[in-house]
């Protein structure tokens, strides 16, 4: 028993010592902020402004700057969407102005099935933190039918659409539909007249011409028919020569359509792929890419290869013309589009900075753009947070206040983070047996630390951390790995933070000009044998707050008011008032208690 006291006094006297903050405020810190339960009051940053996809495209074109943009596909299977997830999570960090995703009328697309349009949309927009744009199309579709999909898709926090009409179910042909959706200026008619201006509305165009239209002429007129219904740009089907798309575009500036037109790319990734899309779209491909097809068609990776260079041709051929952005179908892969976005100096290294500690909105496009506290307890978890407060119809601004029910929710759409764990990789990891505790204590450890496992294998994933660990964990981790490897489980923690620049690479977030502060945090497993000396050391440090819960809920020991938050992150910034975007609440624990125990069972 002593030699567990004297484990666990040196870490709350190294916390107290190392961790916490020091009391005595420096110069940059206002002297005539007035506190309450760890707040100043009132608090009300300035929140960020809204700005269309459309205003980002036309501030693009504007400013003369290159983007991308990329399509993506609802898969079949639920293993199919969260491999879908992580390709989401790679590309965006290569900061697409904006991703969309296909509408596939046999598939259920407005239903809840994680392999659904709408869901996939859904995750796309509200856990990836992507731009999103969702495909709809209106043929067989009723008015009230329609007004529900759209509802959703707003409701969802969707504000880009790609409008089309689609196509017939295979086997029946295309009919008139009275008082229906027959093209995609009927759909583009009925979202202006129900919504607004609420979504930014894109159409498709057809460099070669409609394959159902009548000929190239006539379907430019439909094209501008769509346009001057209320859609806010264009984006082209595929084609293969830059001259293409150039004449495309001169001939619909010719009959007046003025709004922005972006080129479709499809880079080559298989001989069959090519031959059934072109299919389906009624492509002619030009011969010469034919000839090479045909001699490497059995070499999947000289395929790959002379589709990038392909891509890479056409693209640089449009940019020299003066075209500044470009759209990838992407097939739902992510190889080759990275390669050639590498390649044309397209993928966009930079970091942006962070706007709040925590991992927030940038897109301020959501339903919850004045969002700016959040119970520390999520920091390592965003999306698992998003989920459980999708429901909310307000998001805490300013502050979190007093909170005696904060109403988190089921984790209903949260399978799909999970399905993508690969088991083998797991088991390698964290391990495939248990012969005592040190085996737990060394995967924690090993984590934390980065050093490769017993198996010379790296933890990279583990369960109770979303995104990896965060980079402010590199000023703890050797008081992190100690702590793990005497059976003090860590699974969130942040470092005292007094007055550091807000443009600090490692624990700097906001404007470039402000000053930002933590309070040390530490939240860990212990043993329950443990808990005599924890409590009895902890008394030696009053000012150390702490909140101690086991998975029944039977022992629950703090020395903080369980109805008040308590600040643990804060900024001062020019011209407004103490920014507090991080807490710890009392009852939010208890709802973050529920999660743990899932875990420990």
Known sequence: MSQIDTTISPIIENFQSKFMVDSNLPPTMP???????????????????????????????????????????????????????????????????????????????????????????????????????????????????????????????????LALRGDPAVGTEWQYQENGFNYATDLVKFIRENYGDYFVICVAGYPHGHPDSNSYEEDLMHLKEKVDAGADFIITQLFFKAETFLKYVDDCRRIGIACPIIPGILPIQSYDSLRHICKLSKLEVPQNIVNAMEKIKGNDEAIRIYGIEQAVKL????????????????????????????????????????????????????????????????????????????????????????????????????????????????????????????????????????????????????????????????????????????????????????????????????????????????????????LPFLVQSLEKYPRVIYHIINRSGDINLTNCTLLNPNAVTWGVFPGKEIVQPTVVDPVSFMSWKVIISKYCR
């Open 315 to 530: 693209c640089k051929d449009l940019m020299q013309a003066g075209v500044l952005g470009v759209h990838f179908y992407t097939l739902n892969r992510d190889v080759a589009v990275t390669e050639i976005l590498r390649i044309l100096e397209l993928w966009n290294k930079d970091t942006e900075p962070r706007r709040l500690p925590w991992k927030s909105k940038q897109l301020c496009s959501y339903s919850r753009p004045d969002e700016d506290v959040r119970p520390i307890f999520w920091s390592i978890r965003p999306k698992s947070y998003v989920c459980r407060t999708s429901d909310w119809d307000q998001f805490p601004n300013g502050r979190w206040g007093n909170s005696s029910a904060p109403s988190f929710g089921d984790l209903k759409d949260y399978h799909i983070f999970y399905s993508k764990i690969n088991t083998k990789d797991c088991l390698a990891q964290w391990g495939s047996e248990l012969n005592d505790e040190t085996d737990v204590w060394n995967v924690f450890a090993s984590f934390v630390s980065g050093r490769p496992n017993k198996n010379g294998v790296k933890i990279t994933s583990f369960p109770w951390c979303e995104e990896g660990l965060a980079s402010e964990t590199s000023l703890l981790t050797d008081e992190l790995e100690r702590l793990n490897t005497q059976g003090i489980l860590t699974i969130n923690s942040q470092p005292s933070v007094n007055g550091a620049p807000s443009s600090d690479p490692v624990v700097g977030w906001g404007s470039s000009d402000g000053y930002v502060y933590q309070k040390a945090y530490l939240e860990f497993f212990i043993s329950k044998s443990f």
């Open 31 to 161: 002297r005539n902020m007035s506190f309450h339960n760890g707040f100043s009051d009132p608090v009300s940053p300035a929140s960020p402004v809204y700005e269309s996809l459309i205003e980002k495209i036309n501030k693009k074109i504007e400013n003369k700057e290159t983007w991308f943009s990329l399509e993506f596909f609802p898969p079949k299977t639920v293993n199919g969407a969260s491999n879908l997830i992580s390709k989401f999570e790679f590309l965006g960090s290569g900061k697409p102005l904006f991703c969309d995703i296909t509408w596939h009328p046999a598939g259920d697309p407005a239903s809840d099935k994680p392999t659904s349009s709408m869901k996939i949309a859904n995750v796309m927009h509200n856990y990836c933190l992507l731009e999103t744009m969702l495909h709809i199309t209106c043929y067989g579709q009723t008015k009230e039918s329609m007004k529900q999909y759209l509802d959703k898709a707003k409701s969802i926090g969707i504000r880009n659409l």
